[in-house]
């Protein structure tokens, strides 16, 4: 079995769930069916199996090192990004007429999760040139696209995100690097970046750094920002590849996890001119930033999911084979021990990572359909909808995965007992490696002030309540069908309890209250959407048993989708339930807590 | 302030919370009293401080290598030992006619818990020091004991607890480490042993190895096993230390944290005869291990509370100091930053970690002074009362900590965001640290099937519903209090739901449904307790600001402990009583989830 993807659950997710067979209809996406997807995951399946999978403990043990002016790393990290450049996959995503594959972006994101569950560290590189070629794609140029997209799509120039600096993290607006307009109409850049994955290496012939800064004289705060194409090497505008930029590497961070991905401190003009493509136009950076946010943080909360994959695929084959035990019927303590995957706590920590990875899979393909789907709409109307439950879901797709998918990579650990804790196994990277995703593109708390703050306070709660009624109309459909119907009055009870919550929290005209609630109030409402994900794959499962048996082993997975449905409606969905309570009560016990009480 | 402990708290649990005074008036521990436990503390906290917070870092960066023969590390570790042993902490649980320093195991407790905050994985070798000399204390004959314990209370020789072998971890049933009787009265020891925790180091003159074998003829199962001290160098009757006892290291494991502590493989026999003593009688040496357990898991628990409170005074401190971001009332980007913890949801990370961490310590040393009352204990009823609580107690407190204090380190970093995720910073070793403590002296899954089959189904129920009446008389007592009306409610209703669900457990006549619930109700019925104890100590700070007023400080220190004891009944408890809700349902979704649906 592979230890990149479960194809039958992705096969599932797309095909049965998603049904993207009719999204690929639409004439963008002309040169996609059922078979050239299959075709495509086929190849970024052996690819991600045999380049990125094998090298992920040798890059994390051998981690990137500065030497000698350079960035040392083991040479088969090059490799495996070529082997994904010469796939094509840099270019999936992009348009035909500029030289990409035109791919949907359900489909660059089912890819690009392989290569994460193979080795999400490495797979950043690439992920950021495709988010990077995204953005300039987007607000760029003709004649900036026309220099730096093709060899972007080509793979050999990487590209970075540069918002962060040491006194800026989550606050953005407080950033100091500055931008200094020249005669040529080209800036000079100023300042230090901190946190910038992928900001130096040896791995691509130039780094396309995408960079936040002030034009002096600008509006103070966030409005005040632009972004600018910064490369590591100059580039003449014919595209070749000049000397040095000044962009220095001050620093190597020393993380926990995710070591094969270059985390720098990046000093830009310190000993020199660092030159500047504004893109866009002036003071419209978090803007520009802001739009492709949706797909940068479903891709972050995918990542978590598919760490958290990696684990419970590993785990699961460990438990069929690993022998410890008896069964509580067998008295004879002589008689052989049993596979641990027989005892019913190892299922339980099994159901719980079947439960996080498949629900969290699900949501980030579903959510990746409705970027296919917002692209291709002309419905203005249907394009609102679209964009407000793309926005209200994006807070949860990000932060569901990073907190409960970590979850699930303790899990794994602990299925495997002492073996999982130590570097032999895996799964103890995985854990290392998950839990930055719940800091990067924006924390947990973040999100939820994103969430209650602009998603639904905003608008009075709006999409959230469209967004219940779709729900309400799954709890409807499945309420109909034998053997779902606890599972449904689950859900209706939960999303009663999430209206009740939400009613409260928007009558409030406490905004501290409100705000001081939204953690809980995102952690709640993710555990209500993948509690609906769930059942909608419970549905379909249900339907697929009863229209066609199937084989046996096809019986064993749609059983398999029922019996983790009904998990997750008794053991996860009371917890939302009194997270929502709390809520609803505009909990007080954190916002009213002293300072003084932490010490100090 | 101090980075090993918050004496503050520290105070109000032994002497305002406990009343370890009136313990002590005890002929047995007539040497102590308020003062003599506070020197006692103070020198603990010195040396944690200057020796073994200092280099905690250092050794988990340059973990122990196996070279030419010999465990290298560097010679700090040796030196901050020497320190320990120096204080003479090596001997201070044990009576003074052995040489110890005849203090309670509670202050034994308070005091490794100064060195686990500064450096778990060092101060392991004292820990495992003790439990053994406790072990040999206990059950070796005197000829044995006047041999092996003057060195190990003075910390020249030190121990380790040689129970797992390769198949054999959960399962201890099935080692095959083996004792053959040698005419001299001694035993020859053949066999490996998995996962010695300072099972070869160069930190001591000799390491004495309780290693659990199997001598041949014997029942078969945990009922054949045998309990041997087996010292890595021979030993003369006059306490010389020889030469090699054939105890071969055959390869050190390469752990997730705890780095600075050498976890071996170790190879009893394998190049020549290896000698062990017998311990106590044959084929007892499970019973004599399990009579060691409470205080070994209790030691387990409180390990994962003092690694969380580490990692919660340095990210309380952090968010002191670190600004971000500005309050909500203040619209003006150029004001200064305020510090974090300004922000209701770093406050909320903050409680989170301050309720585990103060929680699962009073629980911890609650259960040390069970200890303590049960050693002194001449009323046999009494005892028996004890005995079952400690019992009852046991794995509560082994786990909970392991699960939340482990999700409380989770907090610290994310306080420090992309700080907290680099190596830089203490939060993330904290982590990895952490991570261990579900695993090791039982896991999870196996401190559950004790907590219901043996604690609670086994008595059907008496010694938990006789802990049910005890809480229920603090929720009586609180309900009287201003301010605590509604954290009594919440235990109340919480302890129905323990008992419903208990009595649910009780009747069902299904083996395998109650014990597949089993880890969820230990869970839940932690939190129950952890509420509970919270609630013990919002009662005492709310008389202690009703008598007297204090000083700022201390009325903030008070005001604390009752604004935590409210986040946790709002925040916490909830959840237990909707686990609590499944577990009496005799969930069986686990139970009948079928192996196939794991795929392989």
């Given at each position: 079995m592979?230890?990149?993807?479960?194809r039958?659950?992705?096969?599932?997710?797309l095909?049965?769930l998603?049904?993207?067979?009719?999204?690929?209809?639409?004439?963008?996406?002309?040169?996609y069916?059922r078979a050239?997807?299959g075709?495509?995951?086929?190849?970024?399946?052996?690819?991600?199996?045999?380049?990125?999978?094998?090298?992920?403990?040798?890059?994390?043990?051998?981690?990137p090192?500065f030497?000698?002016?350079?960035?040392?790393?083991?040479?088969?990290?090059?490799?495996a990004?070529?082997?994904?450049?010469e796939?094509?996959?840099?270019?999936?995503p992009f348009?035909?007429d500029?030289?990409?594959?035109?791919a949907?972006?359900?489909?660059?994101?089912?890819?690009?999760?392989?290569?994460?569950?193979?080795?999400?560290?490495?797979?950043?590189?690439?992920?950021?040139?495709?988010?990077?070629?995204?953005?300039?794609?987007?607000?760029?140029?003709?004649?900036?696209k026309?220099?730096?997209l093709?060899?972007?799509?080509?793979g050999?120039w990487?590209?970075?995100m540069?918002?962060?600096?040491?006194?800026a993290?989550?606050?953005?607006?407080?950033?100091?690097?500055?931008?200094?307009?020249?005669?040529?109409?080209?800036?000079?850049?100023?300042?230090s970046?901190?946190?910038i994955?992928?900001?130096?290496?040896?791995l691509s012939e130039n780094?396309?750094?995408?960079?936040?800064?002030k034009?002096?004289g600008?509006?103070?705060?966030?409005?005040?920002?632009?972004?600018?194409?910064?490369?590591?090497?100059?580039?003449?505008e014919d595209?070749?590849?000049?000397?040095?930029?000044?962009?220095?590497?001050?620093?190597?961070?020393?993380k926990?996890g995710?070591?094969?991905?270059?985390?720098c401190?990046?000093?830009?003009?310190e000993?020199?001119?660092?030159?500047?493509?504004?893109?866009?136009?002036?003071?419209?950076?978090?803007?520009?930033?802001?739009?492709?946010?949706?797909?940068?943080?479903?891709?972050?909360?995918h990542a978590a999911?598919?760490?958290?994959?990696?684990g419970?695929?590993?785990?699961?084959?460990?438990?069929r084979?690993?022998?410890?035990?008896?069964s509580?019927?067998?008295?004879?303590?002589?008689?052989?021990?049993?596979?641990?995957i027989?005892?019913a706590?190892?299922?339980?920590?099994?159901l719980?990572?079947k439960?996080?990875?498949?629900?969290a899979?699900a949501?980030?393909?579903?959510?990746?359909?409705?970027?296919?789907?917002?692209?291709?709409?002309t419905?203005?109307?249907?394009?609102?909808?679209?964009a407000?439950?793309?926005g209200?879901?994006?807070?949860?797709?990000?932060?569901?995965?990073?907190e409960?998918?970590?979850?699930?990579?303790?899990?794994a650990?602990?299925i495997?007992?002492?073996?999982?804790?130590?570097?032999?196994?895996?799964?103890?990277?995985l854990?290392?490696d998950?839990?930055?995703?719940?800091?990067?593109?924006?924390?947990f708390?973040?999100?939820?002030?994103?969430?209650?703050?602009?998603?639904?306070?905003?608008?009075?709660?709006?999409?959230?309540?469209?967004?219940?009624?779709?729900?309400?109309?799954?709890?409807?459909?499945?309420?109909?069908?034998a053997?779902?119907?606890?599972?449904?009055?689950?859900?209706?009870v939960?999303l009663?309890?999430?209206?009740?919550?939400?009613?409260a929290?928007?009558?409030s005209?406490?905004?501290a209250?409100?705000?001081?609630?939204?953690?809980?109030?995102?952690?709640?409402?993710?555990?209500v959407?993948?509690?609906?994900?769930?059942?909608?794959?419970?549905?379909?499962?249900?339907?697929?048993?009863?229209d066609?048996?199937?084989?046996?082993?096809?019986?064993?997975?749609?059983?398999?989708?029922l019996?983790?449905c009904?998990?997750?409606?008794?053991h996860?969905?009371?917890?939302a339930?009194?997270?929502?309570?709390?809520?609803g009560?505009?909990?007080?016990s954190?916002?009213a807590?002293p300072v003084?009480?932490f010490g100090?």
């Amino acid at each position: 079995m592979s230890m990149v993807v479960d194809r039958r659950d992705l096969d599932f997710v797309l095909f049965e769930l998603l049904e993207v067979e009719k999204l690929v209809e639409h004439s963008r996406f002309a040169t996609y069916d059922r078979a050239t997807i299959g075709q495509m995951l086929d190849a970024a399946q052996q690819i991600a199996e045999e380049r990125f999978l094998p090298i992920a403990a040798e890059l994390d043990a051998d981690e990137p090192v500065f030497r000698d002016g350079k960035v040392v790393m083991p040479a088969s990290a090059g490799a495996a990004l070529q082997a994904y450049a010469e796939a094509g996959f840099f270019a999936l995503p992009f348009a035909e007429d500029i030289g990409g594959l035109g791919a949907p972006w359900f489909l660059n994101t089912a890819v690009v999760g392989m290569f994460s569950t193979a080795n999400v560290a490495l797979t950043n590189y690439a992920f950021l040139t495709i988010a990077a070629a995204n953005l300039l794609d987007t607000f760029g140029s003709g004649a900036l696209k026309s220099v730096f997209l093709p060899p972007m799509l080509a793979g050999r120039w990487f590209g970075t995100m540069c918002l962060s600096e040491t006194q800026a993290g989550s606050s953005l607006g407080d950033i100091r690097t500055i931008a200094t307009p020249r005669a040529d109409g080209l800036y000079a850049i100023k300042g230090s970046k901190m946190w910038i994955s992928g900001g130096e290496h040896e791995l691509s012939e130039n780094i396309v750094h995408m960079v936040l800064a002030k034009i002096p004289g600008g509006p103070p705060g966030t409005k005040g920002i632009s972004l600018f194409v910064v490369p590591k090497r100059k580039v003449g505008e014919d595209g070749s590849v000049g000397g040095a930029n000044n962009v220095a590497l001050a620093g190597l961070n020393h993380k926990m996890g995710q070591r094969a991905c270059t985390n720098c401190l990046l000093n830009f003009g310190e000993a020199g001119e660092c030159v500047g493509y504004l893109v866009g136009e002036p003071h419209r950076g978090i803007e520009y930033m802001f739009h492709m946010m949706n797909e940068a943080r479903i891709a972050v909360g995918h990542a978590a999911a598919m760490t958290a994959l990696a684990g419970y695929l590993y785990s699961a084959n460990y438990a069929r084979t690993r022998t410890q035990g008896r069964s509580l019927e067998q008295k004879n303590p002589a008689s052989p021990q049993v596979p641990i995957i027989q005892h019913a706590d190892v299922r339980r920590m099994l159901l719980a990572q079947k439960a996080a990875v498949e629900g969290a899979q699900a949501l980030c393909l579903y959510c990746a359909t409705l970027v296919d789907e917002l692209a291709v709409s002309t419905d203005e109307r249907r394009s609102d909808e679209l964009a407000g439950l793309l926005g209200l879901l994006t807070p949860v797709v990000k932060s569901w995965p990073s907190e409960h998918c970590l979850e699930a990579n303790k899990w794994a650990i602990q299925i495997l007992g002492g073996y999982g804790y130590t570097r032999d196994y895996p799964v103890e990277r995985l854990y290392r490696d998950n839990r930055l995703n719940h800091i990067h593109e924006g924390t947990f708390g973040i999100q939820g002030l994103d969430l209650v703050g602009r998603k639904v306070l905003r608008d009075k709660g709006e999409a959230l309540f469209r967004f219940v009624e779709q729900m309400r109309q799954t709890a409807a459909e499945a309420a109909r069908i034998a053997g779902l119907e606890e599972e449904a009055r689950v859900l209706s009870v939960s999303l009663d309890a999430l209206q009740a919550a939400t009613r409260a929290l928007i009558r409030s005209a406490d905004f501290a209250r409100q705000l001081a609630n939204a953690t809980v109030y995102l952690d709640a409402f993710g555990h209500v959407v993948i509690g609906w994900i769930w059942l909608r794959q419970a549905i379909v499962a249900a339907r697929a048993l009863v229209d066609n048996g199937g084989s046996e082993v096809d019986r064993a997975f749609y059983d398999g989708k029922l019996v983790t449905c009904r998990y997750f409606a008794r053991h996860e969905m009371p917890l939302a339930q009194a997270r929502l309570a709390l809520c609803g009560s505009l909990d007080d016990s954190c916002l009213a807590a002293p300072v003084e009480m932490f010490g100090g």
